[in-house]
């Protein structure tokens, strides 16, 4: 991300300035993977589906969040910890651009009890294996 784009971030709030925590960044990254990993085993459902839509997300969201630590960033909200990820070099980056609806999707199932579909938990499930997983490899690359 350009540097004028960050700073415009840290002016609106939306990200704050730390220093880089490695010990917070691998706490974060050994959550996140305990959590996908157990809910991943999880059978697909309609009594499971929101559980795991929420759970994935939030893992996916925290792929986000330990990427800006390891800029030396907070992120604020959950748009920027999601726009970081869209920036990244991966296999298959163009499935990144369903963050949003994802988001959406999420934001519907904890503050308007909308519920999620078992279509929508494969869906959040693929986005996880094709990209959750790179990405996670990648971050624990650089915090060797």
């Not at 300035?17 to 305990?34: P, Q, S, V, W």
């Not at 939030?58 to 992120?75: C, F, H, N, T, V």
Request: charged share 35%; proline share 1%; with cysteine.
């Amino acid at each position: 991300m350009k540097k004028e784009m960050i700073d415009s971030l840290v002016k609106k709030g939306a990200l704050r300035a730390r220093e880089k925590d490695l010990y917070r960044i691998k706490a974060m990254i050994e959550r996140l993977t305990n959590n996908s990993e157990f809910i991943t085993k999880l059978p697909v459902r309609a009594e499971s589906s929101d559980i795991i839509f929420r759970e994935i997300y939030e893992s996916i969201r925290q792929l986000g969040d330990a990427k800006w630590w390891l800029l030396g960033y907070e992120p604020r909200t959950h748009d920027v910890s999601l726009d970081i990820l869209k920036e990244l070099e991966i296999k298959n980056k163009v499935k990144l651009n369903n963050l949003d609806r994802i988001k959406k999707i999420r934001h519907d199932l904890n503050y308007r009890g909308i519920g999620t579909i078992v279509e929508q938990a494969k869906e959040i499930l693929e986005l996880w294996n094709d990209c959750g997983k790179e990405i996670l490899s990648n971050l624990l690359k650089e915090i060797e």
